[in-house]
């Protein structure tokens, strides 16, 4: 299926181009104290080895405003201060990171949000204008009843209007809901009446299985109506698995190929290997690979090997023993207790030699 992205304009946080032509980029937002440094620079740390593109920090008072040129000195990766209601910690962050959030909702009278833009663009700096479900202006929810999708997109709109009547439109939007139709419908609103890159999730969507999967139902179904120019899984659990989960949604559409894709059977009767063992450590232990490679983890060779033909690199379980394959021909046979080790070595070779070419 190929998916046609809805035309945005492109803006650019720090080095990283969001929107037009650019690809879906993956975000995350760090749960440690900001203003516990080493704590907070350790967590950036692992989630750039995940592949996280662009990292949020909350910056909730002025310590934590003050921790920030030392978290961005530490970092490879773009910036963002998460600003609620204190214009004055937006105007601290924007003289130190690449883009700043706020939301016009709750930041108060408009010369405050005036006085963010004078700052951010003073560095040429965008603004990802949240709204959010939970802090609606009162007259939309008069007008609505409830915090509905038409309320969130009208809220947006609003605000992006009132941004771009005083000059202003280095932004990307987003829009959030926790529940997964009201976001897929207020994010489609939005879409529809304007061209402003959009940053996509459902917000607080829970704990690492049940928010993986509202998620991908929420996100997988935006991307595949070709909206959203990046976005952020919301999870309950360590920001790295944010990370994953946002790769494997846009891998599974086919939108980017990024590191291994485990292909592991569901296992059965002729199981001869512990493939669930192995494809959780192959994830774990291969997950700085960039180069996109399928990995496949068969049970056993009645279908093992013709099943893995589209994987660059296999292992299948036979006879007592274990067979690596690459494009669906056979390697070599290794023994069981080797095998994971095995894999693991060639599948680092493969990526190398793919890095060379
Ligand atoms: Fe069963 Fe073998 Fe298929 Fe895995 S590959 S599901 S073990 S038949």
Known sequence: MHIARRKTRQIKVGSLKIGGDAPVSVQSMCSTDTRDVAATVEQIRQLETAGCEVIRVAVPDDE?????PKIKAAMT???????HFDHRLALKAAEVVDCVRINP???????????????????????????NGGSLERHLLDKY???SPEALAESALNAVHALEDVGFTNMKVSLKASDVHHAIDAYWLFAHQSDYPIHIGITEAGTAMTGAVK???????????????TLRVSLAADPVEEVKVGFE??????????????????????????????ANELEKKLGHIKTPLNVSVLGCVVNGIGEGKEADIGVAGGEGKGILFKKGKLVRKVPIEELMDTLIEEVELLAKEKEAE
């Open 215 to 229: 998620s991908a139902m929420g996100l997988g179904y935006l991307l595949s109506q070709g909206i959203g120019d």
């Open 145 to 147: 009843g409830w915090p």
């Open 77 to 83: 990766v773009p910036l963002i201060a998460d600003i």
């Open 249 to 278: 949604i846009l891998k599974s559409l086919e939108l980017r190929h990024r590191g291994i894709n485990v292909i592991a059977c569901p296992t059965c009767g002729r199981v001869e290997i512990d493939v669930v063992k192995m």
């Open 64 to 68: 934590a405003a003050a921790a920030l």
């Open 105 to 131: 909702g709750n930041i108060g009278a408009w010369w405050k949000v005036e006085e963010v833009i004078k700052a951010v663009n003073e560095r040429g700096i965008p603004l990802r204008v949240g709204v």
